[in-house]
């Protein structure tokens, strides 16, 4: 049988409806989210995210501003910047866009951006809140992964659960949740590039979660019947004929899709439950943004 899909919109747009009743309370108290992005030089894959994240802060009536530095911007300069938007009470939320240009070093801005006012969750102050079950400002997508998971029903007490992939921004705060007891307890099994043998790890899991970048890493075999895969990567892959060739786009340039890290339509006739790519973790991620936006302005309220 099919697996069911878990639909990143449909959960998505659950949390955003929850959302709004918060943001007029905030706005009565006279401070409304207000998300800053910080782009130090010209970057097209940025610009792709700072227009998803304006869409998405419009839809929720809440002020989304840019702030863009010139690539000459030194590491001083930025962390100065950084600092008074820290300061500045007006500005509830700050994010810093990535990549940012060489020289400078992003962990120390991210350290520099307030714990309260850090949208992204990669402040070490909410990371190691994770540590002790809080998930207040938790990193985005982590969460909307784990929060696809809730979304299935399933009981998650005294499952196994494989998490391949331990980058600080997905697998290990998603891990360090998983551990927390808000999430009734998994047994979760961290994997990575020096693990002897994925499949043997893979097969024996309830639940896997997989955010590595490389399509087609986990295959139907790997699984075992009823599993329930959450797929965060994000890969643009070429699009091929019948034959195997590369299909062109309307520019003459080779066409590509976006899949994540499973063969989705293997484990799909195996799962039980399933997250597409796109449309599964990626809309979920941005509804965490969100979440995380109106999190922080209450945190700024609370201060005040
Ligand atoms: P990352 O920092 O490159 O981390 C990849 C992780 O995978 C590392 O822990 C790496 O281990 C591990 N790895 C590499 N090859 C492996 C292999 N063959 N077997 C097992 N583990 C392996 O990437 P990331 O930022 O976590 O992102 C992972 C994926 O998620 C990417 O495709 C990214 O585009 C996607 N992503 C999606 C969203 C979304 O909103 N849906 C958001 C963020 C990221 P080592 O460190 O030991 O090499």
Redesign the pocket.
Known sequence: MAATLLQGEKVASEIKEGLKKDIEDLKAKGVPPHLVAVQVGENAAARVYIRQQQKACEEMDIEYEVKGLPESTTQGELLSFVEQLNRDDAVTGIILMMPIPEGIDARRVQIKISPDKDVEGMHPANMGRLVYGEMGLAPC?AR?AVELLKSSGVELKGKEVVI????E???KPLTLMLLSSQMESPTPTV?????ND?AFHTRRADIVFV????PG?IQADMVKDGVIVID????RVPVTDENGNPVLNEKGKPKKRVVG?VDFEGIKEKASFITPVPGG??PM?TAMLLYNTVEAAKRVAARK
């Open positions: 997508t909307a391949v992939g331990h980058s921004i997905v697998g994997c990575h590039i020096a693990t994925l955010a590595v970048g490389r890493l965060i990567g994000i890969n890290d973790v990626g991620t």
